[in-house]
């Protein structure tokens, strides 16, 4: 973590909880940030529900005014037409939806999703004012067989597709670490993080480099995200299966009380 960069602690929900869950998770979230005395000008909290959620996720958040964002865990690259089942960009930030996931390795692996389609999606998201999270990460082969190299190829032709000037947030997840409860070591997700700003200073220049915040996702839970979060390039975490429970979140979003003690 740097001061320069605010963290993001996002809470990814994959295919869990209909809207009445979602209601009632957000509500109770929302007290037990409060009763932890959470401070949202020291770190950002975005949850990303299914998309039958977000219409409910909107409604509370503004009217309760609850300090966590809303994020969507996928886009179409299209503005609109015959694309069946799809969601445009505009919907989303017509529902106040301020991020959305793109390039988890779920959505390359069961949908074929490729760093061509993921840049397209980003642009999508970014012409309706919507900051994409693009996941990058290289399965146990690859990194057995090309060490650090997968995830920097990604972020090159994901980039290629992004136009300069565009503001992101980039999620380095090693796919062997995710839903595995084998997290990648502080260490591990230090070096790839500052590989990916790296390669960012190549592609984008030193002012996107240094602005940019580089999550860390897979397997991340309340006992190590101190740990990441003490790494200078990590700038916070994508939670999967850890932002389902409220109190295990909670004192993820509250990992500075663990450096504290
Ligand atoms: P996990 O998932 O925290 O359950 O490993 C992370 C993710 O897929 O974003």
């Not at 980039?170 to 993080?193: D, K």
């Not at 984008?204 to 390039?233: C, H, W």
Request: charged share 20%; aromatic share 6%; proline share 3%.
């Amino acid at each position: 973590m740097n001061t320069q960069r605010k963290p993001l602690i996002a809470g990814n929900w994959k295919m869990n909880y209909d809207h009445l869950q979602a209601l009632a998770f957000l509500q109770k979230l929302s007290w037990s940030l409060k009763n932890t005395a959470y401070d949202s000008s020291v770190t950002e909290v975005a949850v990303f529900p299914p998309f039958t959620d977000l219409r409910s996720a909107q409604t509370i958040v503004a009217s309760e005014k609850l300090p966590i964002k809303i994020g969507a865990q996928d886009v179409s690259h299209e503005q609109s037409g015959a694309y069946t089942g799809d969601i445009a960009a505009a919907f989303l930030s017509s529902l106040d939806v301020s991020y959305v996931i793109v390039g988890h390795s779920e959505r390359r692996e069961y949908h074929a999703e490729t760093d061509s389609l993921v840049g397209k999606k980003s642009a999508a998201a970014l012409t309706a004012g919507i900051t994409p999270v693009i996941c990058v990460g290289e399965s146990l082969q690859q990194r057995e067989e090309q060490g650090t190299v997968v995830p920097l190829v990604q972020l090159t032709e994901v980039l290629a597709e992004v136009p300069e000037g565009a503001e992101f947030v980039i999620a380095y997840e090693p796919v062997w670490a995710i839903g595995s409860g084998q997290a990648a070591t502080a260490a591990q997700a230090q070096e790839m993080c500052s590989h990916i700003r790296s390669k960012l200073r190549e592609l984008r220049g030193e002012e996107v480099a240094s602005a940019t915040r580089i999550l860390y996702g897979g397997s991340v839970k309340s006992d190590n995200i101190a740990e990441f979060m003490q790494q200078p390039d990590v700038d916070g975490a994508l939670v999967g299966g850890a932002s389902l429970k409220i109190d295990e979140f909670t004192k993820i979003v509250q990992y500075q009380t663990g450096l504290a003690e």
